[in-house]
């Protein structure tokens, strides 16, 4: 069996999809956080983590997620920079969850979420000086999906050829599945 990583696009853009999976472990009711940027259609960082506190809500999880993934988007921009390649776009992150969505570009505390750490707020002074730019994608074409949680074989292979990861001999059957 062997697997070919590539992307399908020339243009070297940025693009970030996260996700998390709430109260996934039933053992510490701790949340899986899961995140993916692709560069040129490339997937070039991901990671699949256990987030370190507990969420109480879908929000709370998908909302510490993103702040995790807007992290890691400064970072690789910096590193892009580094090797002369400046991203002038804010960095498109897609998460499926619009409640994360609205509460990192409501600048405003709500008494649900007052509880939600300062540390996690990062994301609200990203998205305010350009950095990153957050936006909804349809839980069915959630990419990061494939890092939080077990997927019927279908929408596996499906995600798994959005990330570039086809499976020799595969790829003719997959056309127009993602």
Known sequence: MRFTLGGKTAKAELEGWVDADWGGCHDTRRSTTGHIFMLGGSAIVWTSRRQATVASSTVEAEYVAVSEAAREAVWLKGLLDELGVTPKEPTPL???????????RNPGTHRRTK????????IRELIEDGVVRLGYVP?????ADIFTKALL??????LRASLGLVLDGEDADLEGEC
């Open 94 to 104: 897609w998460c499926d969850n619009q409640g994360a969505i609205r509460l990192a």
């Open 115 to 122: 509880h939600i750490a300062i540390r996690w707020h990062l």
């Open 139 to 143: 839980t069915a074409s959630q990419v």
């Open 153 to 158: 074989p279908a929408p596996h292979r499906s």
